[in-house]
């Protein structure tokens, strides 16, 4: 029979991500500017239903739900054993109900972009229509597989879909470097396999800031839950090795 120090680990890897609560103003500021960004999944974005006080935690079949998608070799283990699965969903429960609302609202995107033709009197690679945002206002985070089944079990407490809303639409249609920069860029690309394509990586970092009333809704065909969210920042990327960006924009608000 697995022991309750051995039990505390496996649960504790549900909840590996938080945000820690800052004692003074200047370590909530240094905690801004250090601030991590999780990938974008739907498995993140099941956090946001606790975060958000969407989802009851006295409700155990939610929590199994949420089990399954954030630790499915835990729920595949266990399910069966009846006994010490209630042991496990009342340990979730207790640690929803302290973690919840310390868990993570950053997350980013990221995806690989064309950089198009460079405009020298723009000193910009203008992006080809493909590769532009142009007023994107609502976008797709995570959705559910088609079956709606996640580690072998119907889901039914979660939505389908998580989508962004956006405050405000996001606009991007090139991207400002120097001559200097440019040249090396073309330089490179003319000796890759693909010298009629310019790829680069988009890194769109983003902040959840609620759930919209009444958007937690049932459609036709599916269940989609709309987040309230705003850009941190969005930058361009030479390549995945790269640690510093060809241009940046930066919107994060260090007041909060």
């Known amino acids: 029979m697995i022991g309750m120090r051995f039990l505390f680990i496996l649960l504790i890897t549900v909840f590996a991500t938080i945000s820690l609560v800052s004692a003074s103003d200047k370590t909530r500021v240094e905690e801004l500017l250090q601030v991590q960004y999780l990938p974008i999944n739907y498995n993140a974005m099941a956090n946001m239903e606790w975060k958000f006080n969407t989802l009851n935690v006295g409700n155990y079949s939610a929590i199994e739900d949420y089990i399954a998608i954030t630790n499915c070799p835990l729920y595949s283990r266990y399910y069966t054993n009846d006994f010490l699965w209630q042991r496990i969903k009342e340990g979730v429960k207790r640690q929803l109900g302290y973690y919840a609302p310390q868990f993570t609202d950053r997350y980013e995107i990221i995806s690989a972009i064309d950089l198009g033709r460079y405009d020298f009197q723009k000193a910009a690679f203008i992006l080809p ?68 394509k310019r790829m680069a990586v988009m890194r769109l970092r983003l902040k959840i800031l609620d759930i919209l009333p009444d958007e937690k809704s049932s459609a036709a065909l599916y269940t989609e839950t709309k987040f309230r969210t705003e850009v941190d920042e969005i930058a361009i990327f030479e390549n995945t090795r790269s640690n510093t960006p060809l241009w940046e924009i930066n919107f994060k608000d260090l007041k909060r």
């Open 129 to 196: 229509e493909d590769s532009q945002l142009r007023n994107v206002a609502y976008f797709t985070l995570g959705r559910i597989n088609s079956l709606g089944t996640v580690c072998d079990r119907d889901i039914k407490e979660f939505p389908v879909i998580f989508s962004a809303v956006m405050n405000t639409p996001i606009n991007l249609d090139n991207v400002p470097v120097t001559t200097e920069i440019a040249k090396s860029i073309i330089e490179k690309n003319n000796n890759s396999s693909n010298p009629n």
